[in-house]
C-alpha cells in the first residue's frame, strides 16, 4: 500500500493556542514511517510546515504520489498533543485542497482522540486515530475490513463506528527514527531554550511517554496517558544519528522526564545540550547535579500553584512545601543555565504572594511565569469535572468557557482568541 504522512502548513492567527509556533519534528509520522516501511508499505512522509510548503503546493505533492490512504495530524507534533489548536481549520484546509485524490483519508491528533464523531464531520474524513496513531496507522495499512482495527472511528452509511477506547502504544520499542539531512538542517529552533542563540540543528526526541500523575489540568486522558520508558538502545541509536547529522541541542517532548541515571551518564558522554519538562519535587540535588553534567540548559517546571490547598485542588500530589520547591528550583539553577518554574492562574493564589515568590526566584536566577489562564481541554480532568464526558460541542462550550472566563492570555497572544465557529468556517457542517 502507498500511504501519504502529512503535517500540514500551520497557522496560528486567531488562536488560543499557547504552544511554540515554529516547527517542530513530527514524532508520531517518524514512528508511522518507521511501522509502516517495516511491513513492506510505501511512504512519503511531507512535513509542509518545517519545509515551508504552501497549502496547495503540499496537496499537490501528495496527488502525484497516488497514496492509497493520507494520514493529517490535527495538532503541530505529539509535543503539543497536550494543548493543540482547539480548531481543526488547518488539517480541513488541506484536505479540501487535496480534493480526494489522496484515497482513504485519515485524521490523528487529540481531538478524534475525545471527539471522533465530531472530527470526522468537521474535516469530512473517513477515519479517525482514537489515542497513539503510530500501530494503529500500520495496523490500518494492512487491514482490509476496518472494523477489525481497534481504536479507530469511520462512517458507515450515515453512522459513526468507533471501534474501542483510545489506543496507548508500547512504546518502549519503537525503533530509532531517522529524518531526512534536509529536514534536520531548516530545524534551527531550539525549542524552550534561552541561555543562548542556536549555532546548530535542533531536533526533538523522546524518552517516555505519559505520566503517572492525574493533574486535573492536564489534557492526556485519550492519549498518551500511562507512563512507559523507551528502550535505551533505540533511543541513543537515534540522539547518536542526529549528532551525526549536526544536531547541537535536543528536546524531550516527555510529560514528564524523570530521573534515568544511565540515560543522563549516556548523554554526559555526547557533549550534546537539551531541554526538559518535569517536576522539580522528583529530584533529588545529586541528580541535579547530574543533569547538569549531562548538557542540559533549559529546565520547565510545572509548579502551577504557590499553596498546598491549591496543589491538592490541583491533584498535583506534591509532598514538597512551597518553600521547598522554591529552594529545590533555585539549587536546579546552579548547574542548569535556564530554569523556569511554571505557573497557572488560579482564584485561590494571592497576588502579593505570587509576585513575592517570583522576585525571590528571579534575584536567584529562576524564571517564575506571569501565572497564565488554562484551556479545559476535552481530554482534561477540568473538563469532566466541569461538564462531565464530552460530547458533540465539546470544544465549542470549551472555547466559549475559556473566552468568557478570561480578558488576558498567554504572553503569545497579542489579539484576543476568535471564537471557534469564526476559526472554523472552512470545516464541513
Known sequence: MKVALVNPPWSFDGSIYFGCRES????????????????GHHVLMLDAHLCGIAMDAAAEMVAEFAPDMTVVTTAPSYLFWRCA???????????????????????????????????????????????????????????????????????????????????????????????????????RHHHHRFDAQPDAPGAEVEASRGCPYSCTFCAKIDFRDRYRRRALPPLLEEIDALRAQGVGYLYFIDEIFLP????????????????????????????LDLLGRAGCVSIEAGVESLTEEGRAALDKNCRMSTDDLAERLLYARRSVPFVQANLIRTGTDDPALIAAWRERLRRGGVWANDPVPLYPYPSSPDYHRLWGAPDDMAWERAHAHYLAQFDAFSDIQEQRPLPLATLETSCAA
Do not use: N
Open 24 to 39: 517542530h519534528l513530527p514524532l508520531e509520522l517518524g514512528y508511522a514511517r518507521a511501522l509502516l516501511e517495516a511491513a
Open 85 to 187: 489548536p482547539p480548531e481543526l481549520r488547518v488539517p480541513r484546509e488541506f484536505l479540501i485542497a487535496l480534493g480526494g485524490r489522496g484515497g482513504r483519508s485519515v485524521a490523528v491528533g487529540p481531538h478524534g482522540s475525545a471527539t471522533p464523531g465530531v472530527v470526522l464531520r468537521k474535516l469530512d474524513a473517513d477515519v479517525v486515530v482514537r489515542g497513539e496513531c503510530e500501530e494503529i496507522i500500520a495496523l490500518m495499512a494492512g487491514a482490509g475490513d476496518l472494523s477489525r482495527v481497534p481504536a479507530i472511528a469511520y462512517r458507515e452509511g450515515e453512522e459513526v463506528r468507533v471501534t474501542g477506547a483510545p489506543h496507548a502504544g508500547a512504546f518502549v520499542d519503537l525503533p530509532a527514527l531517522r529524518w531526512p539531512d534536509a529536514w534536520v538542517a531548516r530545524h
Open 260 to 287: 534515568q541515571r544511565p540515560l543522563l551518564e549516556a548523554l554526559a558522554e555526547r557533549g550534546l545540550s537539551f531541554g526538559i519538562q518535569t517536576r522539580i519535587d522528583l529530584w533529588k540535588p545529586e541528580m
